[in-house]
T-cell receptor
Framework: GQQLNQSPQSMFIQEGEDVSMNCTSSSIFNTWLWYKQDPGEGPVLLIALYKAGELTSNGRLTAQFGITRKDSFLNISASIPSDVGIYFCAGLLNTNAGKSTFGDGTTLTVKP | SQTIHQWPATLVQPVGSPLSLECTVEGTSNPNLYWYRQAAGRGLQLLFYSVGIGQISSEVPQNLSASRPQDRQFILSSKKLLLSDSGFYLC???????????FGPGTRLTVL
């Protein structure tokens, strides 16, 4: 089946620093999604990307849908303590009953 | 707007006991529904998904089963819990056709 490689697995950064994480796949997707999960809660959708090359922002978050449709990245600028959590990427194909393929997540720790 | 509920929020059960976790969605019709399990600090493992009442697809062989008795109700069950069934169980929904998944708050299950 399809697999996503999400990196890095974890990040420890200082408050105010910028963060970058990415996902790559051996196969193409029609949609890329980025979620954030706070401890003990369900993941929350941050950004959805629908078109190759698309660059979308949501506040301090920016994500891009790779031109090859096999990768995506998420950047967080000027990190703050509440950015702590697990970030998941997910790829979606139109012909897969709505099932998404999820990366294993990037755990972000922000030191004040 | 759409809302997804899960209960209970936490559950501690002895090995060999039965299990029933419930998920309901409000504000939408004919959703795709999903059950995931997440081990501590790990990614999301898709257990079951459903595209309609009574239609269940299992992703991995295991000690669990799922049912969809109503359009917006998804139930995860087990006849006899194992220690390895412990984890964080997440229900999600998406609109019919390819679309983003939206997650519930999760149920923390501990099997002792």
């Amino acid at each position: 089946g399809q697999q996503l490689n999400q990196s890095p697995q974890s990040m420890f950064i200082q408050e105010g620093e910028d963060v970058s994480m990415n996902c790559t796949s051996s196969s193409i997707f029609n949609t890329w999604l980025w979620y954030k999960q706070d401890p003990g809660e369900g993941p929350v959708l941050l950004i959805a990307l629908y078109k190759a090359g698309e660059l979308t922002s949501n506040g301090r978050l920016t994500a891009q849908f790779g031109i090859t449709r096999k990768d995506s990245f998420l950047n967080i600028s000027a990190s703050i303590p509440s950015d702590v959590g697990i970030y998941f990427c997910a790829g979606l194909l139109n012909t897969n009953a709505g099932k998404s393929t999820f990366g294993d997540g990037t755990t972000l720790t922000v030191k004040p | 707007s759409q809302t997804i509920h899960q209960w209970p929020a936490t559950l501690v059960q002895p090995v060999g006991s039965p299990l029933s976790l419930e998920c309901t969605v409000e504000g939408t019709s004919n959703p795709n529904l999903y059950w995931y399990r997440q081990a501590a600090g790990r990614g999301l493992q898709l257990l079951f998904y459903s595209v309609g009442i009574g239609q269940i697809s299992s992703e991995v062989p295991q000690n669990l089963s799922a049912s969809r008795p109503q359009d917006r109700q998804f139930i995860l069950s087990s006849k006899k819990l194992l220690l390895s069934d412990s984890g964080f169980y997440l229900c999600a929904w998406s609109a019919r056709g390819p679309g983003e998944q939206f997650f519930g708050p999760g149920t923390r299950l501990t099997v002792l």
